[in-house]
């Protein structure tokens, strides 16, 4: 069992930057890849970003590459998600994932969300 819980979403504006936090419990935390997915109303959840189990390979979703970084600390148990130069259309709520195994990015434990509105 994985435990996780987001933190760090608010409303800033267009341009502004924030930071997204993951913190996880339960199953080793470096045993398993973990990924960033958002929802934004009316739409259907997708994936953002992905990290391995020790951070050595990355995806972006083509629509945030260069302005997202995906990051996690396995001594401190939390992934990241530094978001820079964020635009109205990444409103949505934020979701973090773990995924079956090291490279395995199947994802079977979800947080709670945390939202993040960008205004313009």
């Known amino acids: 069992q994985v435990q996780l819980v987001e933190s760090g979403g608010g409303l800033v504006q267009a341009g502004d930057s924030l930071r997204l936090s993951c913190a996880a419990s339960g199953r080793t935390f470096g045993s398993y890849a973990m990924g960033w997915f958002r929802q934004a109303p009316g739409k259907e959840r997708y994936l953002v970003a992905r990290?391995?189990?020790?951070?050595?390979?990355?995806y972006y979703t083509d629509s945030v590459k260069g302005r997202f970084t995906i990051s996690r600390d396995n001594t401190k148990n939390t992934m990241y998600l530094q978001m820079n130069s964020l635009k109205p259309e990444d409103t949505a709520v934020y979701y973090c994932?773990?995924?079956?195994?090291?490279?395995?990015?199947?994802?079977?434990?979800w947080g709670q969300g945390t939202l993040v509105t960008v205004s313009s």
């Open positions: 994932a773990a995924g079956r195994g090291a490279y395995d990015y199947r994802m079977d434990y």
């Open positions: 990290i391995s189990w020790n951070g050595d390979s990355t």
